[in-house]
């Protein structure tokens, strides 16, 4: 399952000058830049985490079937 994820800060308003508005808009900017960064370094560590997850599964699998165990780990409950 893939989930998306995107943020947006909200501009301030500082003033009635061209000057204020520019600088928030920079501002709004660096923050949507640095929260969407942080948002696609969490989904690629959750994507490393599952396909870890995965291959430790699949390992534990191959050590099982060598040692006689045929059960999955979903079946040791």
Known sequence: MEVGISFQAEPEIRGDNEFA??????????KN???????????LISAMMKKCCWMMHKKTLQHNNKNGHFESIGNLN
């Open 33 to 43: 830049y640095a929260i969407n960064l942080y948002a696609e370094q969490l989904k």
């Open 21 to 30: 508005e520019t600088v928030v808009d920079v501002e709004t900017w660096a």
